[in-house]
Protein backbone atom coordinates (compact mmCIF):
# COMPACT_ATOMS: atom_id res chain seq x y z
CA UNK A 1 0.00 0.00 0.00
CA UNK A 2 0.99 3.30 -0.99
CA UNK A 3 2.87 5.20 2.15
CA UNK A 4 1.28 8.37 1.27
CA UNK A 5 -2.09 6.92 3.11
CA UNK A 6 -2.65 7.42 6.59
CA UNK A 7 -4.24 3.43 6.97
CA UNK A 8 -6.15 2.10 9.80
CA UNK A 9 -8.02 -1.87 9.63
CA UNK A 10 -10.31 -2.72 12.34
CA UNK A 11 -11.29 -6.19 11.55
CA UNK A 12 -14.13 -7.55 13.78
CA UNK A 13 -14.86 -11.25 12.66
CA UNK A 14 -18.08 -12.96 13.77
CA UNK A 15 -17.17 -17.43 13.03
CA UNK A 16 -20.68 -18.67 11.64
CA UNK A 17 -20.54 -21.94 10.32
CA UNK A 18 -23.03 -22.94 7.30
CA UNK A 19 -25.97 -23.93 9.52
CA UNK A 20 -26.05 -21.12 12.02
CA UNK A 21 -25.41 -18.41 9.29
CA UNK A 22 -28.66 -18.75 7.48
CA UNK A 23 -28.86 -15.33 7.43
CA UNK A 24 -28.42 -12.10 7.17
CA UNK A 25 -11.07 -5.74 -16.33
CA UNK A 26 -11.30 -4.36 -18.27
CA UNK A 27 -15.15 -4.75 -18.31
CA UNK A 28 -16.87 -3.03 -20.92
CA UNK A 29 -14.68 -0.90 -23.49
CA UNK A 30 -17.86 1.77 -23.01
CA UNK A 31 -20.19 1.01 -20.40
CA UNK A 32 -22.27 4.10 -21.16
CA UNK A 33 -23.76 1.74 -23.91
CA UNK A 34 -25.84 -1.79 -23.33
CA UNK A 35 -23.03 -4.31 -24.87
CA UNK A 36 -24.44 -7.06 -26.69
CA UNK A 37 -23.04 -9.33 -25.05
CA UNK A 38 -24.92 -8.77 -22.21
CA UNK A 39 -27.80 -11.75 -22.51
CA UNK A 40 -30.93 -12.58 -20.46
CA UNK A 41 -30.59 -15.39 -17.62
CA UNK A 42 -33.03 -16.72 -14.98
CA UNK A 43 -34.70 -14.23 -12.50
CA UNK A 44 -34.09 -13.69 -9.18
CA UNK A 45 -34.95 -15.32 -6.35
CA UNK A 46 -33.06 -13.95 -3.12
CA UNK A 47 -32.98 -15.70 0.38
CA UNK A 48 -33.67 -13.62 3.22
CA UNK A 49 -32.83 -13.81 6.65
CA UNK A 50 -33.27 -17.34 8.21
CA UNK A 51 -34.94 -18.80 5.02
CA UNK A 52 -31.69 -21.07 3.86
CA UNK A 53 -33.39 -24.36 2.53
CA UNK A 54 -29.86 -25.31 1.97
CA UNK A 55 -28.12 -27.75 4.29
CA UNK A 56 -25.19 -28.29 2.85
CA UNK A 57 -25.03 -24.47 1.56
CA UNK A 58 -21.60 -22.84 1.33
CA UNK A 59 -22.25 -19.99 3.86
CA UNK A 60 -20.25 -17.28 5.35
CA UNK A 61 -17.30 -18.20 7.76
CA UNK A 62 -16.89 -14.87 8.69
CA UNK A 63 -17.99 -11.10 8.79
CA UNK A 64 -15.21 -8.55 8.34
CA UNK A 65 -15.80 -5.05 9.18
CA UNK A 66 -12.76 -2.58 7.73
CA UNK A 67 -12.25 0.81 9.11
CA UNK A 68 -11.83 2.66 6.12
CA UNK A 69 -9.87 5.92 7.66
CA UNK A 70 -7.22 7.07 5.22
CA UNK A 71 -8.35 5.20 2.24
CA UNK A 72 -6.93 1.54 2.98
CA UNK A 73 -5.72 -0.51 0.12
CA UNK A 74 -7.03 -4.38 -0.32
CA UNK A 75 -5.73 -7.70 -2.94
CA UNK A 76 -1.97 -7.93 -3.41
CA UNK A 77 -2.10 -7.75 -7.56
CA UNK A 78 -1.37 -3.87 -5.77
CA UNK A 79 -1.79 -3.35 -1.98
CA UNK A 80 0.44 -5.94 -0.30
CA UNK A 81 -0.36 -3.52 3.64
CA UNK A 82 -3.43 -6.60 4.92
CA UNK A 83 -3.15 -9.94 4.58
CA UNK A 84 -6.25 -10.66 6.78
CA UNK A 85 -7.75 -13.90 4.73
CA UNK A 86 -6.92 -17.30 6.62
CA UNK A 87 -5.94 -20.36 4.12
CA UNK A 88 -8.93 -21.09 2.28
CA UNK A 89 -10.45 -18.06 2.74
CA UNK A 90 -11.96 -16.26 0.08
CA UNK A 91 -13.74 -13.01 -0.75
CA UNK A 92 -16.33 -13.04 -3.72
CA UNK A 93 -16.42 -9.83 -5.74
CA UNK A 94 -18.25 -9.00 -8.80
CA UNK A 95 -17.87 -5.40 -11.05
CA UNK A 96 -19.92 -3.78 -14.01
CA UNK A 97 -23.58 -4.54 -12.51
CA UNK A 98 -26.22 -3.93 -11.92
CA UNK A 99 -27.18 -5.75 -15.07
CA UNK A 100 -31.02 -7.17 -16.34
CA UNK A 101 -31.11 -10.98 -16.29
CA UNK A 102 -27.28 -11.89 -15.27
CA UNK A 103 -27.12 -10.04 -12.00
CA UNK A 104 -30.17 -11.60 -10.88
CA UNK A 105 -28.83 -14.74 -11.89
CA UNK A 106 -25.89 -14.11 -9.40
CA UNK A 107 -28.00 -13.40 -6.67
CA UNK A 108 -30.42 -15.93 -6.68
CA UNK A 109 -27.04 -18.64 -7.10
CA UNK A 110 -25.26 -16.55 -3.87
CA UNK A 111 -29.06 -16.99 -2.44
CA UNK A 112 -29.06 -20.43 -2.74
CA UNK A 113 -25.81 -21.12 -1.09
CA UNK A 114 -26.74 -18.71 1.78
CA UNK A 115 -23.75 -16.91 1.22
CA UNK A 116 -22.40 -12.81 0.30
CA UNK A 117 -20.36 -11.05 -1.75
CA UNK A 118 -18.77 -7.53 -2.64
CA UNK A 119 -20.51 -5.70 -5.70
CA UNK A 120 -18.92 -2.72 -7.64
CA UNK A 121 -21.47 -1.11 -10.12
CA UNK A 122 -21.07 1.25 -12.39
CA UNK A 123 -23.18 4.52 -12.04
CA UNK A 124 -24.45 4.65 -15.40
CA UNK A 125 -26.02 1.02 -14.75
CA UNK A 126 -27.12 1.54 -11.79
CA UNK A 127 -29.27 4.52 -12.92
CA UNK A 128 -30.56 2.74 -15.66
CA UNK A 129 -31.57 -0.59 -13.57
CA UNK A 130 -31.94 0.57 -9.89
CA UNK A 131 -34.43 -2.03 -9.13
CA UNK A 132 -32.29 -4.61 -9.98
CA UNK A 133 -29.39 -2.77 -7.11
CA UNK A 134 -32.10 -2.77 -4.61
CA UNK A 135 -32.60 -6.43 -5.13
CA UNK A 136 -29.04 -6.61 -4.41
CA UNK A 137 -29.03 -4.19 -1.10
CA UNK A 138 -32.39 -6.50 -0.16
CA UNK A 139 -30.16 -9.87 -0.44
CA UNK A 140 -27.95 -8.71 2.00
CA UNK A 141 -24.73 -8.27 -0.46
CA UNK A 142 -22.23 -5.25 -0.05
CA UNK A 143 -22.34 -2.69 -2.19
CA UNK A 144 -19.38 -0.29 -3.03
CA UNK A 145 -18.95 1.76 -6.36
CA UNK A 146 -16.87 1.08 -9.79
CA UNK A 147 -16.89 4.83 -11.05
CA UNK A 148 -19.65 6.65 -13.12
CA UNK A 149 -19.05 5.05 -16.51
CA UNK A 150 -15.95 3.50 -16.56
CA UNK A 151 -13.35 5.29 -17.71
CA UNK A 152 -9.94 4.84 -17.23
CA UNK A 153 -9.16 7.49 -14.98
CA UNK A 154 -5.34 7.51 -15.78
CA UNK A 155 -6.61 9.01 -19.10
CA UNK A 156 -8.42 12.14 -17.39
CA UNK A 157 -7.71 15.49 -15.61
CA UNK A 158 -8.02 14.95 -11.54
CA UNK A 159 -11.08 16.93 -12.05
CA UNK A 160 -12.96 14.84 -14.80
CA UNK A 161 -11.22 11.65 -12.90
CA UNK A 162 -12.89 12.84 -9.83
CA UNK A 163 -16.12 13.59 -11.56
CA UNK A 164 -16.22 9.62 -12.18
CA UNK A 165 -15.42 8.68 -8.86
CA UNK A 166 -17.86 10.73 -7.05
CA UNK A 167 -20.80 10.32 -9.93
CA UNK A 168 -20.31 6.73 -9.48
CA UNK A 169 -21.01 6.89 -5.56
CA UNK A 170 -23.77 9.39 -6.23
CA UNK A 171 -25.37 7.58 -8.54
CA UNK A 172 -25.15 4.26 -6.48
CA UNK A 173 -26.71 6.48 -3.34
CA UNK A 174 -29.81 7.61 -5.50
CA UNK A 175 -30.65 3.93 -7.16
CA UNK A 176 -31.05 2.80 -3.25
CA UNK A 177 -33.19 5.09 -2.20
CA UNK A 178 -31.07 8.16 -1.42
CA UNK A 179 -29.00 5.67 1.00
CA UNK A 180 -25.28 5.73 1.99
CA UNK A 181 -22.95 3.31 0.08
CA UNK A 182 -20.31 1.03 1.53
CA UNK A 183 -17.05 2.74 1.87
CA UNK A 184 -15.20 0.81 -1.13
CA UNK A 185 -14.10 1.59 -4.36
CA UNK A 186 -13.07 -0.72 -7.10
CA UNK A 187 -11.43 1.28 -9.86
CA UNK A 188 -11.91 0.81 -13.97
CA UNK A 189 -9.30 -1.94 -14.98
CA UNK A 190 -7.64 -1.88 -11.41
CA UNK A 191 -6.04 1.26 -12.87
CA UNK A 192 -5.40 3.67 -10.03
CA UNK A 193 -3.86 6.91 -10.28
CA UNK A 194 -1.69 8.41 -7.34
CA UNK A 195 -3.92 11.82 -7.34
CA UNK A 196 -7.01 9.78 -6.86
CA UNK A 197 -5.52 6.93 -4.35
CA UNK A 198 -4.72 10.31 -2.27
CA UNK A 199 -8.43 11.44 -2.73
CA UNK A 200 -10.17 7.98 -2.32
CA UNK A 201 -8.12 8.36 1.02
CA UNK A 202 -9.30 11.58 1.82
CA UNK A 203 -12.99 10.55 1.89
CA UNK A 204 -11.86 7.74 3.43
CA UNK A 205 -13.18 5.20 1.12
CA UNK A 206 -11.33 1.93 0.96
CA UNK A 207 -9.87 0.68 -2.50
CA UNK A 208 -10.12 -2.95 -3.50
CA UNK A 209 -7.79 -4.71 -6.13
CA UNK A 210 -7.56 -8.55 -6.47
CA UNK A 211 -5.86 -11.40 -5.73
CA UNK A 212 -7.02 -13.59 -7.90
CA UNK A 213 -8.97 -11.95 -11.39
CA UNK A 214 -11.00 -14.79 -13.21
CA UNK A 215 -10.71 -12.51 -16.86
CA UNK A 216 -14.12 -13.85 -16.90
CA UNK A 217 -14.89 -10.76 -19.89
CA UNK A 218 -12.61 -12.58 -22.41
CA UNK A 219 -14.63 -15.37 -21.85
CA UNK A 220 -18.22 -16.97 -23.33
CA UNK A 221 -18.29 -20.79 -21.95
CA UNK A 222 -19.53 -21.19 -18.33
CA UNK A 223 -17.06 -23.55 -17.99
CA UNK A 224 -13.85 -21.07 -18.91
CA UNK A 225 -15.18 -19.41 -15.75
CA UNK A 226 -15.05 -22.27 -13.83
CA UNK A 227 -11.61 -23.20 -14.81
CA UNK A 228 -10.10 -19.46 -14.32
CA UNK A 229 -11.23 -19.23 -10.67
CA UNK A 230 -10.67 -22.25 -9.49
CA UNK A 231 -7.33 -22.80 -10.93
CA UNK A 232 -5.97 -20.03 -9.44
CA UNK A 233 -7.33 -20.41 -6.66
CA UNK A 234 -5.99 -23.79 -6.08
CA UNK A 235 -2.75 -22.61 -6.85
CA UNK A 236 -2.70 -19.48 -4.35
CA UNK A 237 -4.95 -21.23 -1.93
CA UNK A 238 -7.32 -17.88 -0.99
CA UNK A 239 -7.78 -14.30 -1.72
CA UNK A 240 -10.40 -11.87 -3.49
CA UNK A 241 -12.23 -13.12 -6.59
CA UNK A 242 -12.90 -10.42 -9.20
CA UNK A 243 -15.74 -11.81 -11.51
CA UNK A 244 -18.36 -9.40 -13.34
CA UNK A 245 -22.18 -9.57 -12.51
CA UNK A 246 -22.13 -8.19 -16.01
CA UNK A 247 -20.98 -11.10 -17.87
CA UNK A 248 -23.57 -13.74 -19.17
CA UNK A 249 -20.81 -16.55 -18.71
CA UNK A 250 -20.38 -15.86 -15.15
CA UNK A 251 -23.59 -15.32 -13.98
CA UNK A 252 -24.18 -19.06 -15.66
CA UNK A 253 -21.05 -20.53 -13.80
CA UNK A 254 -21.36 -19.01 -10.45
CA UNK A 255 -23.48 -21.77 -9.45
CA UNK A 256 -20.67 -24.47 -10.40
CA UNK A 257 -18.21 -22.66 -9.05
CA UNK A 258 -19.95 -21.95 -5.52
CA UNK A 259 -20.60 -25.59 -5.41
CA UNK A 260 -16.82 -26.36 -5.97
CA UNK A 261 -15.63 -24.00 -3.49
CA UNK A 262 -17.70 -26.03 -0.93
CA UNK A 263 -16.03 -29.16 -1.82
CA UNK A 264 -13.23 -27.80 -2.11
CA UNK A 265 -13.22 -27.20 2.12
CA UNK A 266 -13.00 -22.96 0.70
CA UNK A 267 -15.05 -20.42 3.09
CA UNK A 268 -16.21 -17.08 2.21
CA UNK A 269 -15.49 -14.01 4.34
CA UNK A 270 -18.00 -11.11 4.00
CA UNK A 271 -16.77 -7.98 3.34
CA UNK A 272 -18.83 -4.94 5.20
CA UNK A 273 -17.42 -1.01 6.02
CA UNK A 274 -17.57 0.15 9.57
CA UNK A 275 -18.48 4.21 8.39
CA UNK A 276 -20.68 4.63 4.94
CA UNK A 277 -19.82 7.30 2.38
CA UNK A 278 -21.96 9.67 2.01
CA UNK A 279 -22.32 11.53 -2.04
CA UNK A 280 -21.43 14.69 -1.91
CA UNK A 281 -24.86 16.80 -3.12
CA UNK A 282 -23.31 18.56 -5.99
CA UNK A 283 -22.40 15.55 -7.40
CA UNK A 284 -26.01 13.87 -6.63
CA UNK A 285 -26.84 17.01 -8.65
CA UNK A 286 -25.50 16.54 -11.67
CA UNK A 287 -26.29 12.67 -11.69
CA UNK A 288 -30.12 14.12 -11.21
CA UNK A 289 -29.92 15.74 -14.20
CA UNK A 290 -27.94 13.31 -16.51
CA UNK A 291 -29.97 10.12 -15.57
CA UNK A 292 -33.43 12.42 -14.65
CA UNK A 293 -35.13 12.73 -11.38
CA UNK A 294 -37.06 10.04 -9.12
CA UNK A 295 -34.43 7.21 -10.19
CA UNK A 296 -35.21 5.90 -6.51
CA UNK A 297 -39.23 5.81 -6.73
CA UNK A 298 -38.92 4.35 -10.28
CA UNK A 299 -40.76 1.44 -11.20
CA UNK A 300 -39.07 -1.56 -12.60
CA UNK A 301 -38.78 -1.17 -16.51
CA UNK A 302 -40.19 -4.51 -16.81
CA UNK A 303 -43.81 -3.28 -15.26
CA UNK A 304 -43.72 -0.01 -17.19
CA UNK A 305 -42.39 -1.66 -20.84
CA UNK A 306 -43.24 -4.91 -22.06
CA UNK A 307 -43.03 -6.20 -25.38
CA UNK A 308 -46.29 -8.19 -26.12
CA UNK A 309 -45.06 -9.18 -29.99
CA UNK A 310 -42.33 -9.26 -32.06
Request: with cysteine; proline share 7%; aromatic share 8%.
Amino acid sequence: MRNTFSLALVVSAMLMTGAAFAQTAPAPADAAKPAAEAQKAPATAVTTASTCANPNALGVSRVVQIDTTGGPGFGFEHFKAYDFLQDHEVVLTFDDGPWPGNTPAVLKALADQCTKGLFFPIGKHAGWHPEILKEVAKAGQTIGSHTWSHKDLTKLSDDEAKAEIEKGIAAVSVALGNKPVAPFIRFPALRHPPEMLKYVGSRNIAVFSTDIDSFDFKMRHPQQVVKSVMTKLEKRGKGIILMHDFQHATAEALPEILKELKAGGYKVVQITGKTPVEPLPEYKEMVLKEMGGGLDEARPMSSVVKTISN
